[in-house]
């Protein structure tokens, strides 16, 4: 029996799509108009320069304005599981409360349903 191996490349395609995980300026101005410059969690007015992504990056979130959330830091860092909650919420429930967020309040488009 022979080992024949491939290339990284013939293994992918060559063609492979990329996809953008960045929120673009547009998408990022859509995502604060739509949430009204507030957290949609504690509704601080004080908010992060980037929004939330709902599924992390790391995990395939993409930039798309359904997957984004305005938060302010405090609850950004809830949502990574680093502290508690505005409302003494266990840390390890940050992600799933904005993933139920999402899931109730958006429609596909990321507009409020």
Known sequence: MTFS????????????????????PSVKQAIFERDGYKCVKCGKGIIESVP???????????????????VCRSCHDWAHGLKIGPYHEPAHLGRKWFENWRER??????NYL
């Open 5 to 24: 191996p491939y290339s990284k490349q013939s293994q992918l395609g060559s063609k492979r799509k990329k996809t953008n995980r960045n929120f673009s």
């Open 52 to 70: 939330h992504h709902i599924t992390f990056k790391s995990q395939g979130g993409t930039g798309e304005k359904r997957n984004g959330v305005t």
């Open 105 to 110: 309040r958006l429609d596909q488009d990321g």
